[in-house]
């Protein structure tokens, strides 16, 4: 197989599987509304991720997370793109999921669904994956303007939301 | 609730919500694997979506007959699921069963485990663990929790990217009526009276040639996976959706990119808002736009100004940088009708350093502070509070020149913000205001305040 010829990389794949898998599907999730979907682009992120380094055996990401959520939002664009994800209803989708969890806590990750993608994708970096706005600037492409308003706004709109038991549904 | 407090509550729902998704250590063990191998680890309840990206195994010759037999048998094995769960949960009876009948179908060539299942000598369970090893062997798993009645379907007709139309509506029949996602349209074969599909195909790619300007060995690398469809919204209206797959390790690999065309009845390439799919010229355009905005050389110097301040936005640099970056983008920018955003608001005014006649920045921001004192009532002290300083001196307008500050507490950057606006010759407030950081929170004129 090819990466028995490339000592060290399969540790650094399984390392970063077993440390990211379960946020990288929980962001595609995010993107995508839907639970298959959010597995089968978490498992292409490492397979994309895996045939980089084997085209590029010395490279090092630097920021290994960060690097590896651009690749998943990257993939999850792509699968947006499909006409298949047009109409993906993320409501019904967290009702499918085999656990329920509390009433509050889905309705939070529903509204944070709803946000524009920009915003949505903010929110999960800074707000959720702890990266500075800076980082979140430079890994989604946008200057940190950008982030700024955009952390705003979707902060004052889960906020309003999830205090004032607003939702526009 | 503080920024904290908001940032812990959302991760706290997200984790409540969405831990069920987070795979097991062997399942990770298993992703990394199947990685390893280049392959992709397939789910058991498979969307439509999903299906598309699965990898070949390609339909063998003279497996045409067994196929058709398959297929009349995957609504049975699709209702047993239904009624039983996964394939791994069924009784030894109902598993024993499926092998016997997939070997009956022709799919499993004769070995030892084939023989056991009709052995009479042997028990059920060593009946059942010869299907198991078989199912396995069918699917190229290794875990029989992954045997499901998709992967079945895959490895005896192949990744869906080399089926015909007829097939793939005939699928997508199958997956909808047992409740797995179904397409948001529906998928239909194609009779005699539709345009035939080697000629969208011929249409769409000479559509993708015009509109991206690919040559004919471009194409030529592209894999051409077609879909007949209707939509709820028009019945009658059939279509043909083409999508051009970059494979760059042949079908099996990843996609790497795709190019989506939609051709009408009529041989037209359309724009279909049915399912919300531009047409591919409309595509190609909005590509080319996009990489022109990213030329401008005004981008240049906002991004290098930019990194040298630490990626900060603009209304945190220094009233130094600001009269640096503006001198150097006026020119860029001046008899540009649009200008991308961030730049767009960075070049409302004109900004530079003050001259001898002009106030000193020590004793702007020393009358920016008394001012906020006098007008709100605020102690020297809790005026010191606002201790981050926005800064610009602006030369807009060349004979009235100003120093402009916002005051921030950053102990409380989500509360009351000051900004105080002084004549740098004379140093009267031409304006003092306290507003909140989120006032017309959606309004974008509301930065502005900042610059």
């Known amino acids: ?169 | 609730m503080t920024d904290r407090e908001f940032r812990e509550r959302l991760q706290k729902s997200v984790n409540s919500t969405l831990s069920c998704l987070e795979p097991s250590a062997r399942q990770c063990d298993r992703i990394v694997q199947e990685t390893l191998e280049g392959k992709k680890v397939m789910k058991k309840h498979i969307s439509l979506a999903l299906a598309l990206a699965i990898l070949l195994a390609c339909i063998t010759a003279g497996a045409g007959a067994a196929t058709l037999l398959w297929r009349d048998y995957v609504p049975q094995m699709k209702q047993e699921e239904h009624e039983l769960g996964d394939y791994d949960a069924w009784p030894d009876a109902q598993r024993i069963q499926l092998a016997k009948d997939i070997l009956a179908m022709g799919y499993l060539e004769d070995s030892e485990d084939t023989r056991i299942l009709s052995d009479e000598t042997a028990t059920e369970q060593e009946k059942a663990a010869a299907a198991d090893r078989l199912m396995l062997q069918l699917t190229g798993e290794d875990d029989v929790r992954e045997v499901h009645s998709t992967l079945i379907t895959y490895a005896i007709m192949g990744h869906e990217d080399t089926w015909t139309p007829a097939q793939r509506a005939w699928w997508n029949g199958i997956i909808t009526m047992y409740g797995d996602d179904g397409a948001p349209d529906t998928l239909i074969a194609p009779t005699e009276e539709d345009l035939p599909e080697e000629e969208a195909v011929r249409i769409g790619r000479a559509a993708v040639m015009e509109a991206y300007g690919f040559d004919e060995a471009y194409m030529d690398g592209l894999t051409p996976v077609t879909y007949l469809y209707v939509t709820d919204v028009r019945p009658d209206y059939r279509r043909w959706i083409i999508h051009f797959k970059q494979y760059p390790d042949g079908v099996g690999s990843y996609m790497e990119k795709e190019y989506i065309v939609v051709v009408d009845e009529n041989g037209e390439v359309i724009a279909d808002p049915d399912i919300a799919e531009p047409s591919i010229y409309e595509k190609a355009e909005m590509q080319r736009e996009s990489k022109e905005e990213e030329k401008p050389q005004y981008m240049t110097v906002f991004r290098k100004y930019s990194e040298q301040n630490g990626l900060n936005p603009f209304w945190e640099w220094p009233y130094t940088e600001k009269a640096a970056y503006s001198t150097e983008i006026f020119p860029l920018t001046k008899d540009l009708e649009s200008l991308q955003w961030e730049v767009g608001e960075s070049t409302i005014y004109r900004y530079g350093l003050p001259q001898s006649d002009d106030m000193p920045y020590e004793d702007a921001l020393n009358k920016a502070y008394e001012t906020i004192e006098a007008e709100y009532g605020l102690t020297s002290d809790q005026a010191k509070c606002y201790s981050e300083v926005y800064e610009a001196f602006d030369i807009t307008d060349e004979n009235n020149t100003k120093w402009k500050f916002v005051l921030v507490n950053p102990d409380d950057d989500m509360g009351l913000h000051y900004r105080v606006i002084i004549d740098s010759k004379t140093g009267d407030v031409i304006l003092a205001e306290r507003f909140p950081w989120q006032e017309r929170l959606q309004d974008m004129e509301y930065d502005l305040k900042y610059y």
């Open chain 1, 1 to 169: 197989m090819e990466h028995a010829a490339v000592p060290g990389m399969a540790e650094t794949l399984e390392e970063w599987v077993h440390q990211y898998a379960g946020e990288i599907t929980k962001l595609c999730f995010l993107q995508l509304a839907d639970a298959n979907s959010a597995q089968d682009a978490m498992q292409d992120t490492f397979l994309k991720a895996w045939k980089y380094l084997q085209k590029h055996p010395g490279f090092c990401p630097g920021n290994d997370k960060a690097w590896l959520i651009r690749i998943a939002l990257n993939t999850c664009k792509d699968y947006q793109r499909s006409q298949w994800f047009k109409k993906v209803d993320m409501r019904k989708s967290l009702e499918e999921l085999p656990i329920a969890a509390p009433e509050e806590d889905r309705t939070a990750v529903l509204l944070l669904g709803k946000l524009p993608r920009k915003q949505r994708q903010v929110m999960i970096l800074h707000g959720l994956q702890g990266m500075t706005m800076a980082e979140t600037g430079k890994l989604l492409g946008i200057p940190l303007t950008s982030v700024h308003r955009c952390y705003k706004q979707g902060k004052a709109y889960l906020m309003a939301a999830l205090t004032g038991g607003e939702d526009d549904d």
